[in-house]
């Protein structure tokens, strides 16, 4: 099958543009402009004028939660909920269209978006919901979730109950827990999370990926598999029947473990499973603090909103060296959640302890937020991989002051000086704790403002990046985390045909209009899987 595309406006590199592109199969074959490749329309099966509009590489999110996004596209929205009314309210209207659930589940609630009283949710709001069963809703970041009594009671959480290392559920003055949990301490509702089959998962995934090809998006990392947590079975096995069927994205697993034990016994009994193009794994992922947001990032000063914590240690130093050794010992590579400064030091002195000379396995820091220039200069110094979401300035730029202060902020979500500095940076959404679309991320990234364009000018506008920087973290970026920079990444002849049509010229847009780009069609290994 060869597909001939032309007339159009073809990124390649930067200030390097073709008009057409053949393609074979899944592979480019050439590149060129209409003249050079206007013999061979008699031999292509498919044409495609594209009518000038720009073509870029297939997007590739380097981190996000693809499987567990489709998973809360299913539960209650809460998602730019103005206050605690608005989220009951949201719950109720949830039931009255899937009433009586065993359990109720939701995601996307934040407090400092709320305008009656900005707090942390507590049993007794999601209690006027109902008490008749359990509800669960989690915070936007996915560090903190918020239960109400019957849940309590459910999973036996008492003042009694003592509390979880590298976690926390808070408990009033009288010392009754008031239904928030904070990290690890989280497992405590573990009982109550629905196990879906594999067919579950399986159409859950053909769902999940068809909006990830509306918006560019061909490739992902992805967070999912818990190796040794009750069923996670059914999740590989859905992800291995997704690739073998007719998938349209790509993934590359950065898969958890209960213990370090469960991922020893894995490396013995074998590491790569079930591999093709469409569901490879990749490296050990792990997590060492929360997030900004709900004060859980591991910071090496007191929060200046809040100087009675520092966040929390998920994990300890010598628990972490003891996972990157196993890891780095037997080949694997490593992707650490670290947002706090002091969880960065933390993650890169086990690093400095593995890597010698050059990082070859790739290991790589995950969300990178809160940092100064001695730390980024680790990074570069390590040649540790940075997985960023700019898309996170758009909450964190009305915060990050306030949490830090304002001589660290201004250090901070620092993606020119990263450019600078050399690091190797991979763009992301973290989804579903920011949505799929690509050209918001973008958009943070090269205007430093939220989606409303605050605040003019840009926040420490000497740290955005041009547009062609921002496409190659996101294409060619995510390829290099991956191992996959000669295969994707760009629309070089022999590169696998992974490409997106945009509906204008990005390259000429005013670049406050970034965020408003949609994309006109998807393709994934040389099939056309998605048209507006």
């Given amino acids: 099958m060869k597909t001939l595309l032309y007339n159009g406006n073809i990124y390649q590199d930067r200030d390097v543009f073709a008009q057409s592109i053949l393609i074979e199969d899944n592979r480019i074959i050439t590149v060129g402009s209409d003249d050079d490749l206007f013999a061979l329309r008699e031999e292509a099966n498919l044409c495609v004028d594209l009518q000038g509009r720009t073509v870029v590489p297939g997007f590739n999110d380097s981190h996000q939660h693809f499987l567990i996004s489709a998973i809360a596209f299913t539960t209650v929205d809460l998602y730019g909920s103005d206050s605690i009314q608005t989220v009951i309210q949201r719950g109720k209207d949830f039931l009255s269209t899937h009433p009586s659930p065993s359990v109720l ?37 996915g560090h903190v979730v918020v239960c109400n009594s019957k849940a309590l009671e459910v999973c036996q959480v008492s003042s009694n109950t003592l509390q979880i290392d590298g976690g926390h559920f808070d408990v009033d003055p009288a010392g009754e827990p008031t239904g928030v949990f904070r990290e690890n301490a989280m497992v405590l509702l573990g009982s109550l999370q629905s196990q879906l089959s594999t067919q579950d998962y399986t159409t859950l995934l053909d769902q999940v990926g068809a909006i990830a090809n509306s918006y560019g998006i061909t490739s992902v990392q992805s967070n999912d598999i818990n190796v040794g947590k009750e069923g996670y079975e059914a999740m590989e096995e859905a992800y291995r029947i997704y690739s073998s069927a007719t998938p349209t994205v790509r993934v590359y697993h950065q898969t958890s473990f209960i213990d370090v034990e469960a991922f020893e016994e894995r490396i013995r009994d074998g590491y790569h499973r079930s591999e093709n193009d469409f569901n490879r794994y990749g490296p050990l992922k792990l997590f060492v603090d929360g997030s900004l947001g709900a004060r859980t990032a591991l910071v090496r000063s007191p929060y200046a909103d809040d100087p009675s914590t520092k966040g929390i240690e998920c994990l300890t130093p010598e628990t972490l060296n003891e996972w990157v050794r196993v890891a780095d010992r037997n080949g694997i590579q490593v992707a ?11 993650v890169l002195d086990v690093y400095e302890e593995v890597i010698h000379g050059s990082n070859e396995l790739r290991h790589g820091i995950i969300h990178c937020q809160i940092t100064d220039i001695p730390l980024l200069e680790r990074f570069a110094k390590l040649d540790v991989l940075a997985y960023v979401q700019p898309i996170f300035l758009h909450y964190d730029l009305h915060i990050v002051e306030d949490r830090v202060g304002k001589p660290l902020a201004s250090t901070s979500y620092a993606f020119q000086t990263m450019e600078k500095l050399g690091i190797r940076t991979a763009y992301g959404t973290d989804s579903p704790v920011e949505g799929f679309n690509v050209f918001h991320c973008i958009h943070c990234a090269v205007n430093r403002q939220d989606l409303s364009l605050f605040p003019e000018g840009g926040f420490y506008p000497q740290e955005r990046v041009d547009l062609a920087t921002a496409i190659d973290r996101y294409t060619l970026g995510g390829a290099y985390a991956s191992f996959d920079e000669h295969e994707k990444g760009r629309l070089y002849p022999g590169y696998l045909a992974d490409l997106v049509v945009l509906d204008r010229s990005i390259f000429d847009l005013d670049p406050t209009l970034i965020k408003e780009v949609k994309v006109e069609m998807t393709m994934v290994d040389g099939r056309i899987v998605y048209q507006r």
Wanted: net charge negative; hydrophobic share 40%; aromatic share 12%.
């Fill in 105 to 141: 589940f939701g995601r996307g609630w934040n407090q400092d978006y709320f305008t009656d009283e900005s707090r942390l949710l507590n049993r007794q709001d999601l209690d006027k919901i109902s008490s008749d069963f359990p509800i669960v809703f989690s915070r936007a970041c």
């Fill in 336 to 346: 650490i959640h670290a947002i706090g400064d002091q969880a960065m030091a933390n």
